[in-house]
């Protein structure tokens, strides 16, 4: 691995830098603790970056990205997460639907959904999670009948993250009853405005808007709402989960909070306890494993090879960091730690109540930290299974 950057990959950083610099706002570094809260400026934010071209700085040139290498959409990630640049559901529509799209649409649907992407136009959730059906994602329940040319969609997708605020959903629905339950699933395009689309808002334990449920009542949809072909829906969203679980995560964020909790000690009357500078620099030290973890992941896709347990364990090891930090900074903080956003008392944004809580579902969400520890001993140390 080398471990210095080139050119080219400095001065994307320095232009990052600088214009988050100028866009982002003390309010606006503070606004993804609760960004979900308050659709209209996620919008405007993805707007001024669909202005730059960098909605989508992996994708193809021909499709409106930039043609990012892994080293470098980790370099543009970085500076993003670094600054607290609000997300907006841009994983949802940039990292699997329109990849998706590409891989298995038509032209026609490529031409419809593309650009209004990497425009900001439309935003998109996901729509594979039912109340029945998560790990073992197979087993979904919701329908999808043939009707002359339309499909008649029934059924119910939870915990759907941003539906709140989505005009377009990536679902799966089951479209052969008769078939093993594998081959029975077509992966379908469906605009949330259509007759028999409902919603319900759902509150994380945070309090916060993330996700819902929706629920579908006799939802007549076209047949361009069909990606690829029909019960071949399981193997299109493989890609999509693929390409989810090698989204390569950054220390950016907990290199940032951890900059800030120096920042109080030593703005501090009081000198900190020895006990907490000393966490405090091992707290440091992680972050900058989770940074060489980040870069070894990215250094195997930029040359060619598919990261396992790599990936694992920077997904393990990061998810994990995000809660030590989160408890660390909760405790230091004593009282004023317990306060949520809004409170006139708080301190440093009142971030640490708040991540205490959201950072529960990342040792859950893409895989808990029990599979990751299997893929790891498994493939990594060629363990036996138990």
């Known amino acids: 691995m080398d471990f210095r950057l080139t050119p080219a990959q400095i001065a994307l950083r320095d232009e990052v830098r600088a214009w988050l610099r100028g866009v982002m706002t003390p309010e606006m570094e503070a606004f993804p603790y609760s960004e979900e809260e308050d659709p209209p400026r996620l919008k405007a934010f993805n707007k001024l970056l669909a202005a730059k071209g960098w909605i989508a700085p992996a994708w193809p040139r021909e499709y409106g990205g930039m043609a990012l290498g892994p080293v470098d959409q980790l370099v543009f990630g970085d500076e993003m997460a670094y600054w ?131 629920f579908f009542d006799s939802v007549r949809m076209p047949a361009d709402a069909l990606l690829g072909e029909v019960n071949r829906g399981w193997y299109h969203a493989t890609t999509t989960l693929d390409l989810e679980r090698s989204n390569i995560a950054n220390a950016g964020g907990a290199r940032r909070t951890i900059g800030d909790l120096c920042a109080h000690l030593k703005e501090s009357p009081r000198p900190a306890p020895a006990a907490a500078r000393y966490r405090l620099a091992e707290l440091h030290l992680e972050t900058a494993v989770a940074a060489m973890l980040s870069y070894r992941v990215a250094s195997i896709l930029e040359a060619g090879g598919v990261p396992n347990q790599e990936a694992s364990l ?60 299997n893929i790891i001993a498994t493939r990594g140390l060629g363990l036996p299974r138990a």
Not at 135 to 158: E, F, P
Not at 335 to 341: F, S, V
């Open 84 to 214: 607290r640049a609000p997300n907006g559901a841009r994983g949802p529509a940039v990292g699997y639907a329109g990849p998706t799209i590409q891989m298995y649409g038509t032209e026609e649907q490529k031409a419809r959904h593309l650009p209004g992407i990497t425009n900001w136009d439309v935003v998109w959730c996901q729509g594979f999670s039912e109340p029945g059906s998560g790990s073992d994602l197979a087993s979904l329940q919701t329908t999808a009948v043939r009707d002359g040319d339309d499909w008649i969609l029934n059924g119910t997708k939870i915990w759907t993250s941003s539906g709140h605020y989505a005009d377009w959903m990536y679902l799966l629905a089951r479209t052969d009853p008769e078939a093993p339950k594998h081959r029975g699933i077509s992966y379908f395009l469906l605009d949330l405005s259509s007759p028999g689309v409902s919603f319900h808002q759902l509150r994380n334990m945070a309090g916060r808007a993330g996700f819902g449920q929706f």
């Open 314 to 373: 920077l997904k393990l090891f990061l998810s994990e960091l995000d809660q030590r930090i989160a408890a660390f900074g909760l405790n230091l903080l004593g009282l004023h730690g317990a306060l949520m956003p809004g409170s006139p008392m708080a301190k440093l944004q009142a971030q640490f109540a708040l991540t205490y809580l959201t950072t529960v579902p990342r040792t859950i969400a893409g895989g808990t930290s029990e599979i990751q520890r």
